[in-house]
């Protein structure tokens, strides 16, 4: 990695000018770690200011979040008995019968979950079942019976609901947050982001990822997923995974049906500077490579192959550099089953397009020769280090 900094030192200016010719700049999510963090994107896109919140609905609002506060869960990675030392935090919400929502990448990885209620009592929890690509997860959680839990709603909001968001935000306790639904169907722009989510303008942080967004009438609307902070101000963006009461995902989860997002064990780590590379137009990948050594033909190159991964034993080699920062090897993914990509979130999407246990077909450049070569996606949780 000292020598990709060392040619992103030599090329930063022109690294920089193409990523902001690109649009874009992405940073990594905080929970590509697994474990109780929230997922954040930065971006400057151009928007119009929502209108903002009456008193009336402001004050609607407040009574709801007073209401419904103790249907919230504050989630950590510790045992209920002793969790003086906690792996992280995160929010769930209640939806009765014992059992919570959350958002999946608030739980994934964690070791010994537990959840700690507004009388500040702390229950055990176990994840029943999930979806990590729609970044939503089911638990089950001890709480007494009489516990108050949140309805779903029948149907999802339109542009412009005043919406009410529950959370651990920023290591705070349970929480409100109030703006208004300012998009629907948002996508991410990331494989690793859940798509068609709710955008909105409230100002999530870190540790409200897993809560519920709420309609004016009280109903859960939305699991919060990601947030995107924009412009010189840094205005956060926050968005939520669509929740209604007939979810068919919902009833899958009781039945314990757990679905991973499909890998093969490849992972592109750079310096800061050059995150958004992973999305790198077609168009100024000769540009880049004078400095990257990658040759003339855009696609999706790596750094990383995780051990006993599908990936390692298919062969695949990440960039390799010497000391001056010349290439000794690195395979370019330029096609997935003959779908042409083109940098490595082409890639990713590319290969989300299939189920673990699927066999794939890359096609590849190693040495300036095209091969083909051919592997089984495993689930995620068989490629995490």
């Known amino acids: 990695m000292n020598a990709i900094r060392l040619a992103a030192s030599r090329g930063l ?29 930065t971006q400057e896109p151009a928007k119009i200011a929502p209108k903002a919140l009456s008193a009336a609905e402001a004050s609607a609002l407040r009574a709801l979040f007073q209401k419904l506060r103790p249907a ?26 014992g059992y919570a929502l959350t ?63 529950i959370g651990n935000g920023g290591g705070a306790f349970l929480t409100s947050k109030t703006g208004r639904l300012i998009g629907l169907n948002a996508d991410a722009g990331r494989a690793d982001f859940p798509p068609g989510t709710l955008e909105m303008n409230a100002p999530l942080v870190p540790g409200d990822s897993g809560g519920p967004i709420l309609n004016a009438q009280g109903e859960v609307v939305g699991v919060v997923s990601y947030i995107r902070v ?31 997002a499909p890998m093969i064990g490849i992972g592109l780590n750079l310096p800061g500077e050059l995150q958004g590379v992973s999305a790198l137009p077609a168009e100024h990948f000769a540009d880049f490579s004078k400095y990257f050594d990658l040759g003339e033909t855009p696609g999706a190159f790596f750094t990383d192959v995780t051990k006993n991964s599908p990936a390692a034993r298919a ?44 066999t794939v077909t890359l096609t ?5 020769k095209e091969i083909q070569i051919k592997l089984t996606l495993v689930p995620s949780t068989q490629v995490r280090s």
């Open 315 to 358: 062969g695949l080699q990440p960039l390799n550099y010497d000391a001056n920062g010349k290439r000794l090897s690195g395979d370019i993914v330029t096609a997935v089953n003959g779908q042409r990509v083109t940098n490595f979130s082409d890639f990713q999407y590319a290969v989300r397009r299939y189920q673990p246990g699927d």
């Open 103 to 165: 958002a999946y990448h608030v739980v994934a990885g964690s070791k010994t979950l537990s959840a700690q209620t507004l009388d500040k009592k702390r229950y055990a929890v176990e994840v029943v079942g999930y979806d990590e690509q729609a970044d939503i997860a089911l638990l089950r959680v001890n709480v007494p019976g009489a516990t108050p839990f949140m309805p779903l709603a029948a149907r999802g909001p339109v542009i412009g609901d005043p919406l009410l968001g």
């Open 230 to 260: 924009r412009g010189e101000d840094n205005t956060p963006d926050s968005f939520a995974v669509p929740i209604t009461r007939e979810d068919a995902r919902i009833a899958s989860f009781r039945q314990g049906v757990k679905r991973n």
């Open 364 to 368: 590849v450049l190693r040495e300036g």
């Open 13 to 41: 200016a022109l690294t920089l000018s193409l990523l902001l010719t690109a649009g874009a700049q992405t940073t990594p999510s905080a929970a590509a770690t697994p474990g109780l963090k929230s997922k954040i994107q």
């Open 72 to 97: 919230t869960l504050r989630l950590e990675d510790c045992p209920p008995t002793n969790c003086s030392d906690p792996g992280g935090v995160g929010t769930g919400f209640l939806i009765g019968d």
